[in-house]
Antibody, heavy 125, light 103 residues
């Protein structure tokens, strides 16, 4: 079955870096975009951006440029999110989610399915 | 940027009752609207895409409707497992969510 499995929880000190992995299985990895979504404690969902798994080209949402890097290892069907110079406000659950969609009659639809189980990154001294 | 709003913020419903959740876009998004369910400690799960198409394995008690700027997610008869937070999404913009809890 199609699934995304993420790496485990991380506890980091301010200023450190973290790399979260998202391993895909059950489908052709390079045929679908991979999105990253952040959820701060008790808050809603915030789209961070996406990476084209065919070309490796990343697109970052506003507010997620500079310290955030999306990357791939297509040989193991895995996407990565690296965050550098961690701050307390980076404490959140980070999700990867496969992007799906199509265009018909001039209307384009998109949605995310499935989602990884989430990775809690805690930044604390 | 299109802004998504959801109402109400919290909906208290008794098991077996009907729940109606609303999502509004700040400008027309045609039918590009998805709904997700999130339970505590779990990842979001896709329920509806294209405003009204149920995702694979989603029970028929979940239905979506609307187009343009006004959308609705209806749960016809709430089951215990349906108490959760529901998010709408247009393109890469998520609404703030509606929490459905037990009355």
């Amino acid at each position: 079955q199609v699934q995304l499995v993420q790496s485990g929880s991380e506890l980091k000190k301010p200023g450190a870096s973290v790399k979260v992995s998202c391993k895909a299985s059950g489908y052709t990895f390079t045929s679908y975009a991979m999105n990253w979504v952040r959820q701060a404690p008790g808050q809603g969902l915030e789209w961070m951006g996406w990476i084209n798994t065919n070309t490796g080209n990343p697109t970052y949402a506003q507010g997620f440029t500079g310290r955030f890097v999306f990357s791939l290892d297509t040989s193991v069907s895995t996407a990565y999110l690296q965050i550098s110079s961690l701050k307390a406000e980076d404490t959140a659950v980070y999700y990867c989610a496969r992007g799906l969609g199509y265009c018909t009659n001039g209307v384009c639809l998109n949605w995310f399915d499935p989602w990884g189980q989430g990775t809690l990154v805690t930044v604390s001294s | 940027e299109i802004v998504m709003t959801q109402s109400p913020a919290t909906l208290s419903v008794s098991p077996g009752e009907r729940a109606t959740l609303s999502c509004r876009a700040s400008q027309s998004v045609s039918s590009n609207l998805a709904w997700y369910q999130q339970k505590p400690g779990q990842a979001p799960r896709l329920l509806i895409y294209g405003a009204s198409t149920r995702a694979t394995g989603i029970p028929a008690r979940f239905s979506g409707s609307g187009s343009g700027t006004e959308f609705t997610l209806t749960i016809s008869s709430l089951q215990s497992e349906d108490f959760a937070v529901y998010y709408c999404q247009q393109y890469n913009n998520f609404g703030p969510g509606t929490k459905v809890d037990i009355k």
